[in-house]
């Protein structure tokens, strides 16, 4: 879909019947090509560490609502309730915080995709180009398609040999920590 929209250009037909139509795995260009794996390994490494943290945090709020409850019975009604009202606005905080790092690390991810179609564009309009195919499709949006008409492979041996594997230029990947 997203590749299909990328190629509005008219190219040349494929055979003598009509417009040429090739399909990709955008997912698996994405997750399989050099291009795509190093716009994605930072943001795997972060949110490993997110779910590290997660875990970290909740056995630490574990422990310390453990703790709040054997305690209850050496407190007052009112010292428990002050100190519960604070765990429960410490815990509603860190939800929050965590919350907004997820959300961060899922816009780092959108930027990482929009990049990658950004910088394959041309490469794989050079490859629509040299099969004669006016159309990309994306595979999952085609219910029926005769052999060959699937180009995954193909351009991602292609990425893989013009996508510049150096760092992106500047602004172009995801280089905010989620916070």
């Known amino acids: 879909m997203i590749f299909g929209a990328a190629f ?15 399909t990709v795995d955008q997912d698996r260009l994405f997750s399989q090509s050099k291009l795509g794996q190093a ?9 490993d560490a997110l779910v590290a943290e997660n875990v970290e945090i909740e056995a630490e709020l574990t422990a310390e609502e453990r703790a709040l409850t054997e305690a209850r019975a050496e407190m007052d009604g009112a010292e428990f309730r002050e100190r519960a009202r604070a765990f429960d606005e410490k815990v509603r905080r860190l939800r929050a915080e965590q919350d907004a790092k997820a959300r961060a690390l899922s816009r ?27 159309v990309l499709l994306d595979r999952r949006s085609v ?4 052999a060959g008409v699937d180009i995954t492979d ?12 150096e760092a992106p230029p500047e602004g172009e990947t995801p280089a905010a920590t989620p916070d």
């Open 8 to 22: 509005g250009a008219a190219l040349p037909v494929w055979g003598q019947s009509g417009v040429g139509v090739a």
């Open 143 to 146: 219910l029926a398609a005769a």
């Open 39 to 47: 716009l994605l390994g930072e943001i795997d490494q972060r949110g």
């Open 108 to 134: 780092l991810q959108e930027e990482a995709r929009a990049t990658f179609v950004r910088r394959v564009s041309p490469i794989l309009s050079s490859l629509l180009s040299e099969i004669g195919a006016d």
């Open 154 to 165: 193909r351009a991602i041996a292609r990425i893989d040999a013009e996508a510049i594997e």
